[in-house]
């Protein structure tokens, strides 16, 4: 049996690991070492990012597997694990690389934030309900 939802996992890892690069980088670009963000910027997006993902994406994780070993079938799976990592791509990509603005001629790059948390928030619902569903139907 190829447990599909390995794949995710290891992409979310990978993700993980370029949010944390990044602010390990900014950190010392900007001398700020243990706590906090010393009013930085840039620093503060790129901890954003990396907390945002870290918050959302170990539940996420957690019920793809569930899901998998309840027995959704690997279309379900590689469906809703993209759209999540999808979702938390632009996501991130919306707090690292765009300033909040009230221009209207930049507001359309609030929507990547706004896109990626539709995605995300999205995925994991069908989640939860699709656990219970299938906890059900066993």
């Known amino acids: 049996m190829i447990a599909y939802s390995a794949i995710y996992i290891s992409i979310a890892m990978v993700m993980l690991i370029i949010l944390s690069v990044m602010v390990i980088r900014e950190r010392r670009k900007s001398h700020v070492s243990l706590l906090g963000n010393d009013k930085d910027t840039p620093l503060a997006r790129k901890i954003r990012a990396h907390g945002n993902f870290c918050e959302y994406t170990p539940f996420f994780l957690l019920g793809l597997f569930a899901l998998e070993v309840l027995g959704?079938?690997?279309?379900?799976?590689?469906?809703?694990?993209?759209?999540?990592?999808?979702?938390?791509?632009?996501?991130?990509?919306?707090?690292?690389?765009?300033?909040?603005?009230?221009?209207?001629k930049q507001a359309s790059t609030f929507n990547y934030r706004t896109t990626g948390m539709v995605l995300s928030l999205t995925s994991l619902g069908f989640v939860a309900v699709a656990i219970l569903y299938y906890s059900f139907l066993r």
């Open 72 to 104: 959704a079938t690997a279309n379900t799976i590689h469906i809703v694990g993209s759209t999540f990592l999808l979702g938390r791509a632009l996501h991130a990509f919306g707090i690292l690389f765009y300033e909040p603005t009230h221009d209207k």
